[in-house]
């Protein structure tokens, strides 16, 4: 192939040399952008890379004298550990009940939430709700967490409405086996259903206006054009949203079960996550805990990519 | 075009006006609880059953004192301040950085490094792994661990990118005509267009890291001196282990304004961002709805 010069001293159509002269050139010419770049994918390599490459820790007895290295190999033995131990049932129990509830619960919520809110006119109140609405959003997960603590400690305000309502004591509902699940999912509903409107309200308000209109004209009602213009216009985005969220169910984090949980409700609050940081951080278990991990890493991006797959059937586009 | 009130609609007004003052309430009310408690008489406080709505007895400022007293709070609340402003310089400057590098679209091997960072999106080592690179890296009981891991990531790197390609090339060249180096584009050029997605993106770390109190439990096991504001909430509020004692206050009132000193802590540490949260409103709204956009 002839090589051909191009104006600014680059060539064209060289081969392998004349790619090599190009880049050696866009580099000099570039050296900012070039070291610029360097920083970003030494920093993605540091604490996203090395940390991948932690993952062999999980087939081996892990010693942090030693490093990944000169511990010793021990094949899937961890995996064999956990899935033969006497947690694994309760763990994967907990982690897919809390996820699927926190889904059924808080999927839903947001969209009847700005439904509902569409409906007014009056603009002041519509956004003095709003407002409010999105105030839980703002209190950390330390003290939301906190509240809910002494909300449903025995004598707490929610405690106390759950027995005037059963007739019974006012119990630590927290410890309770039954509504300890619910409690976590109540607590994400109460800080994040007006946050999770916003999206809605915004695809609400893009609505066609003369849709309505159109619809008027039929003779539709408030319901019908509901039901038939207002629901398929923001389909896209509970589609979206749905799948979106798909992809994260069996991720439930660790940070508000660390804070809500205690060993007294293990057996229906510990979740994967929880687990995985008790076994490393507390226990220093490293090889079984990075097992666990990347067992439910694994688990999270065969949902991710699945979804994704999904996605980009629907509509065209995906996140990757 | 006029429309007619009919009664089912009229119906379907008042309901859905008393579920959304309801669900307003819900939002409000535990909030309002929990100021109206910390100012009230802790033994009437501790037999009350219900939710407080105002003070009870009489306006009692004593946990205020017992917490304006507790040093610890203070000092964590100082390293919360000064992680978020370090943590979101870090991250402003870097993912600035990222976003203009990567939407040169001169680059060369631009998409294979897009996919190098995006693939992190997708799996990651986790927990303990990182955990075994801070401690590595000498990061463990230091503020290092606070604030530099999760400076930069995909998400915000990606929305930058996307604004930054939506700027006229044109602007950029005759700036380069005028003599302007990458720098100079980059901050004087690009940034101030990119205004809107720069402000999200800190209003997102900055809430982000306000709320953290992983990244401490997980790295700072022993310097408590270290703990921001949320580890210091939560040896308050869910682990019972503050410790109060000054030689201001007896021992016996602090266990019985127990109660009320943790809503007072509530208080102190919640209400400024419940304060200036409505002025920026709008920014989280236009956050969620580029992030949408972008996914």
């Known amino acids: 192939m002839k090589s051909q010069k191009l104006a600014g001293g680059y060539v064209k159509g060289g081969g392998w040399k004349g790619f090599w002269h190009n880049l050696g050139l866009d580099i000099r010419r570039n050296k900012v952008l070039y070291l610029f770049l360097s920083l970003i994918l030494l920093y993605f390599f540091i604490f996203n890379y090395i940390p991948m490459g932690g993952l062999l820790m999980a087939f081996q007895k892990y010693s942090p004298a030693k490093g990944i290295l000169g511990s010793r190999w021990v094949g899937m033995r961890n995996f064999v550990d956990f899935f033969s131990g006497p947690y694994v049932g309760r763990l994967i129990r907990n982690t897919v009940w809390i996820g699927v509830l926190d889904l059924v619960v808080n999927f839903p919520a947001p969209i009847i939430f700005a439904l509902l809110l569409n409906e007014i006119g009056q603009k002041h109140f519509k956004k003095i709700i709003q407002t409010v609405s999105y105030m839980p959003y703002f209190i950390s997960a330390v003290v939301a967490c906190g509240l809910v603590i002494s909300f449903t400690q025995a004598g707490g305000v929610i405690s106390n409405a759950v027995a005037f309502l059963h007739d019974g004591q006012s119990i630590n509902l927290l410890n309770d086996h039954g509504s300890f699940r619910m409690i976590y999912v109540l607590q994400n509903l109460w800080q994040g259903v007006g946050y999770g409107s916003i999206i809605y309200l915004a695809a609400l308000s893009g609505v066609d206006q003369e849709l309505y209109d159109a619809a008027r004209m039929d003779g539709a009602g408030r319901w019908k054009q509901t039901l038939h213009v207002t629901i398929p216009g923001i389909m896209p985005t509970i589609i979206m949203m749905f799948i979106l969220r798909m992809g994260v169910v069996f991720s439930v984090g660790a940070d508000k079960i660390l804070l809500l949980y205690n060993p007294a409700n293990y057996e229906v609050a510990d979740v994967i996550n929880t687990y995985v940081f008790r076994m490393g951080v507390t226990q220093q278990d490293y090889g079984l805990s990075t097992a666990v991990g990347l067992f439910n890493s694994i688990i999270g991006t065969i949902m991710l990519l699945s979804s994704n797959k999904i996605l980009k059937k629907l509509t065209g586009t995906g996140m990757f | ?295």
């Not at chain 2, 997605?197 to 306000?210: E, G, Q």
């Open chain 2, 1 to 295: 075009m006029k429309y007619k009130l009919k009664f089912s609609r009229v119906l379907f007004l008042t309901v859905d006006v008393v579920a959304l003052l309801g669900i307003g309430f819900v939002c409000l009310a535990p909030i309002w609880h929990v100021v109206m408690a910390s100012v009230s008489d802790p033994t009437v406080l501790g037999s009350t059953r219900g939710l407080v709505f105002y003070p009870l007895k009489r306006v009692d400022t004593t946990a205020y004192h017992i917490i304006l007293q507790y040093k610890k709070l203070w000092v964590s609340y100082g390293n919360t301040i000064l992680y978020i402003i370090v943590h979101c310089g870090l991250t402003g400057v870097f993912t600035t950085i990222a976003g203009y590098v990567l939407s040169r679209k001169r680059l060369y091997f631009r998409n294979g490094f897009m996919m190098i960072i995006s693939f992190t999106m997708l799996f990651n080592g986790g927990m303990i792994p990182t955990y075994i690179l801070i401690r590595k890296l000498g990061m463990i009981d230091t503020p290092f661990a606070i604030v530099v891991p999760g400076m930069l990531n995909v998400f915000n790197i990606l929305i930058m990118r996307t604004s930054m390609e939506g700027i006229p090339v044109e602007l950029e060249e005759s700036a380069r005509m005028d003599g302007a180096g990458e720098l100079t584009i980059m901050w004087k050029i690009i940034l101030p267009l990119c205004k809107t997605t720069f402000a999200v993106i800190m209003l997102f770390t900055a809430v982000a890291k306000w709320n953290d109190y992983m990244s401490a439990l997980l790295y700072l096991p022993t310097r408590t001196d270290l703990y921001p504001l949320q580890m210091v909430l939560r040896q308050i509020l869910i682990t019972s282990t503050a410790d109060y004692t000054n030689a201001a206050t007896m021992a016996n009132t602090i266990s019985i304004y127990k109660k009320s000193v943790e809503y007072a802590a509530i208080v102190v540490s919640t209400l400024p961002i419940l304060c200036i949260y409505p002025f920026i409103q709008k920014y989280f709204v236009t956050g969620v709805t580029i992030g949408a956009v972008k996914s």
